[in-house]
């Protein structure tokens, strides 16, 4: 089956559109997406692709998609994961250590972002959270990203932020700005919900925080304040 639906998959790419999504991910030599491949399919067309495929493939086959080198296989291996995990409590488990056992081939921004906050934020909800920590320290770009966008889960649906500060400074001297735009953007969705929440840790920090990270985190401050704050006047 699963060969089946690569080639409903294959049905959908487009050359043109390969080209662009490459240089798009940064897929050169010595950046982020190094060596990745892709077909070149739209995200809608992929949805379209995977939906009779969604109720009937085995997690078995779903992991070996995700192992996947072509992108877009990989994406739709995320895809049928996360809502396998919406639609059958009993799989939660082993789609969550199928999750955590193949972050290898989660390695770029769109595979986390549309997988880390809906598998692993739902799980974690009411469980320790060690693991997110242990991403965040382990040096692993993708890790880390995944450890700060699982965080939505929990300042969207509990107004908890505990986690997603604690996290903010293990990374708040990272180099890459794939990690300075995610904890900015979470900073920034915190502040949606509780503005002295969010102004309480940018306080402690903001004058040491990378100024992209900065910047995401206070996009939706007032011109004036965050005015203040890229100056240094707070």
């Known amino acids: 089956m699963i060969d089946r639906l690569k080639a409903d998959l294959y049905k959908y790419s487009s050359e043109e559109r390969s080209i662009a999504t490459q240089r798009y ?35 078995s086959e779903v992991e070996n998609l995700l192992k996947s080198r072509e992108h877009e296989f990989r994406l739709a291996a995320l895809l049928i994961l996360v809502q396998q995990f919406r639609m059958k409590k009993n799989l939660q488990e082993s789609i969550v250590n199928i999750y955590i056992s193949n972050t290898s081939y989660i390695n770029n921004w769109d595979l986390v972002d549309l997988s880390a906050h809906v598998i692993l934020g739902p799980w974690l909800e009411n469980k320790p959270r060690y693991i997110l920590y242990d991403f965040a320290n382990s040096g692993d770009l ?93």
């Open 25 to 59: 991910f940064k897929t050169g030599k010595g950046e982020y997406g190094e060596g990745d491949i892709f077909i070149g399919i739209s995200n809608p067309d992929l949805r379209i692709a995977i939906k009779p495929y969604i109720n009937s493939l085995e997690l």
């Open 142 to 234: 993708w890790k880390e990203r995944i450890s700060v966008l699982t965080t939505l889960h929990f300042i969207k649906k509990n107004r908890d932020f505990k986690d997603i500060f604690k996290i903010s400074e293990i990374l708040l001297n990272h180099q890459h700005d794939l990690i300075h735009k995610a904890v900015g953007w979470m900073l920034r969705e915190v502040g949606k919900i509780s503005i002295l929440e969010e102004e309480k840790f940018l306080k402690q920090h903001y004058k040491i925080m990378p100024r992209t990270m900065l910047r995401y985190a206070i996009e939706k401050f007032p011109q004036e304040k965050r005015q203040s704050y890229l100056k240094g006047l707070v």
